[in-house]
């Protein structure tokens, strides 16, 4: 994504507050103004009340500094409550559309990045661009603004002074402009060392077993260590040219103080000028030198938001493999699940070998298909392909005569259910993971699914049954608990075909012989594929297909339409 491009993306999430980032900006513009006042008021109790001993002006003048200190306040407020709505519904428009895009990736996506490095983007750099849409362009605004109106009070106070207090700009401007480069790369550096150090977490946590039982806890500390002494670098670095930028307003503000009391001390010696202007000349300088730091840390903010665009615009790069037809075809009415291969072959990329090819067969509703082969044949691939993660590279897959390309996606991962080996269970309760797939199916129906697939087993036995709440990632329950809640959860979504791969491989035999005869009993009339090596898993089949590198060929039955 260009840097045009990111814009343009940032600036969809921005356009539909616009009506708020108007009112933010004029209240913050009605604070501005406000603020101003002050120091001329000052001027004017110096020179007209202290000057021409007017005690009633005085009054008047510190009347109307409350006045102004306290609409001021009010407007803040109002400010603050409308800005943070703002900046938190842009942040959360923001991830709520990279996620939907996340979520239209094929598994190959998120096989081939580390979880820590996809985080770092959705939440440090998504914060980042936030940060610049909404802080950093009020913050332009606001200073300019700001600096504007000091600009214009300090004209009338003296045209004189105002250039010479003018002197350091340009050597200023010159300065950002040298460091942006250097800024850029450390913020991508600092932005993917601190994903590393999330990715490490991710996976260590997640791995931890197996860290404690290979005695590795002190291998893992020392590779923190390491990573964190990286990110210290990147830190240090990137504090370093931020220090340098951050040191000039103070000190060109410095330089143009001495500037404007030597140029303006001469005037008010020579009578060109009073003291109350000088000193409300001064005040008024000083207060330049806050909107003056915050513009030039929106031109440093900016570099950085490049950065955060970037990256996120790499993850937005990422293309879909498959998407939803323009005009979806529905299924018949009739559909039972009548599964057509038709030449099918599958390479993961233009450059990768392919990893299925010719693959003609013709799957009767209705018939139970063992498949069967070594590990890395393809047998994944296959049922991935018959979920439509990917299209085949070569041949199409028909359901029920529809080919896969023409269904909605969303209807045809209804009608194909597939149970992996090592199904994902949610944080929540039992019930809660066997309605994932069908969040509107009723108790009665989630209990009978629970009991096919013997979850009431184990389940019956805790005090608030399927109620109960199972810790993250199912990891209160055993491999075979787990296998089967998610085969209860294939059972509720009533698909037209049950793919289960590897499903029952945790579950002991006799149950596992169980759950089958539960399956097929229930999914009598329905297209059951079943992934195994375990001859066991194969009986009541009507074929068994072994995968093979040129091919798919039947060992035992028979596949007759
Ligand atoms: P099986 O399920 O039979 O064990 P898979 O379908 O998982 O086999 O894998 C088939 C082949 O495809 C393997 O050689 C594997 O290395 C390759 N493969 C799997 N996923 C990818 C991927 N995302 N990118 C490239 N190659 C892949």
Redesign the pocket.
């Given at each position: 994504m260009t840097t045009d491009a990111g814009l343009r993306w940032l600036f969809r999430f921005v356009l539909p507050h616009r009506f708020r980032l108007a009112l933010v900006l004029l209240t913050s513009a009605g604070a501005t103004a406000l603020s101003l006042a002050p120091p001329y008021l000052t001027r004017l109790v110096i020179d007209d009340g202290l000057n021409g001993r007017r005690l009633d002006l005085i009054g008047t003048y510190c009347a109307l500094m409350l006045g102004t200190a306290l609409a001021g306040a009010a407007l803040a407020t109002f400010n603050r409550w409308h800005y943070l709505t703002l900046s938190a519904r842009t942040l959360f428009a923001l991830r709520e559309a990279l996620l939907a895009h996340l979520q239209r990736l094929p598994?190959?996506f998120f096989?081939?990045r580390a979880v820590g490095d996809i985080m770092a983007r959705v939440d440090g750099d998504v914060a980042d661009i936030q940060r610049f849409a909404v802080d950093t362009l009020l913050a332009a605004a606001n200073g300019t603004l700001a600096l504007a109106g000091l600009a214009a009070v300090m004209a009338v106070l003296s045209p004189k002074l105002l250039l010479v207090s003018l002197v350091a700009v340009p050597a200023q401007l010159a300065v950002v402009r040298a460091l942006r480069p250097r800024l850029e790369r450390q913020t991508r550096s600092l932005r993917e060392r601190s994903g590393a150090v999330t990715g490490f977490f991710i996976e260590t946590l997640g791995m931890m077993k197996l860290v404690q039982s290979s005695g590795a806890e002190a291998r893992e500390t020392a590779r923190l260590t390491r990573l964190q002494g990286d990110l210290l670098d990147d830190l240090r670095r990137l504090e370093m040219t931020g220090a340098a930028a951050g040191s000039l307003p103070g000190l060109i503000g410095g330089i143009a103080a001495a500037a404007v009391f030597l140029a303006g001390g001469a005037m008010v010696v020579h009578g060109q000028l009073s003291v109350g202007t000088l000193i409300a000349f001064v005040a008024y300088q000083a207060r330049a030198a806050g909107p003056a730091g915050t513009l030039m840390g929106v031109a440093l903010a900016w570099r950085r938001a490049a950065v955060s665009l970037a990256r996120v615009g790499e993850l937005l790069a990422e293309a879909p493999a498959v998407t939803d037809p323009p005009v979806p075809l529905a299924l018949p009415a009739q559909a039972r699940g009548f599964l057509c291969l038709e030449g099918v072959g599958f390479a993961?990329?233009p450059e990768?070998p392919a990893?299925l090819a010719g693959i003609d067969m013709a799957i009767p509703a209705g018939t139970k298909i063992a498949v069967t082969?070594p590990?890395?044949?393809?047998?994944?691939?296959?049922i991935d392909l018959l979920q439509r993660h990917y299209d085949p590279t070569e041949g199409r897959i028909l359901l029920d005569g529809i080919d896969l390309r023409r269904l909605r996606l969303a209807e045809l991962r209804r009608c194909v259910a597939v149970v992996a080996q090592d199904a994902p269970l949610l944080a929540g309760t039992l019930a809660d993971n066997i309605r994932y797939a069908a969040p509107d199916a009723t108790d009665t129906a989630v209990r009978r699914a629970a009991m096919l697939a013997e979850v009431t087993e184990f389940a019956d036995a805790l005090p608030l049954g399927l109620g109960a709440r199972i810790g993250e990632r199912g990891a209160t329950l055993s491999g075979g608990q787990r296998q089967r809640l998610a085969i209860a959860r294939a059972l509720l979504q009533d698909p037209l075909v049950l793919i289960l791969d590897e499903a029952t491989s945790a579950v002991d035999h006799a149950a596992g012989r169980r759950i089958a005869e539960a399956i097929d009993r229930l999914f009598a009339g329905r297209t059951r594929i079943v992934v195994s090596h375990h001859a066991d898993a194969f009986a009541g089949a009507d074929a068994v297909l072994e995968?093979r590198r040129d091919g798919v060929v039947l060992r035992h039955g028979r596949l007759a339409a």
């Open positions: 598994p190959r096989a081939g993961y990329g990768s990893v082969g590990s890395g044949v393809g047998k994944s691939t296959l995968v």
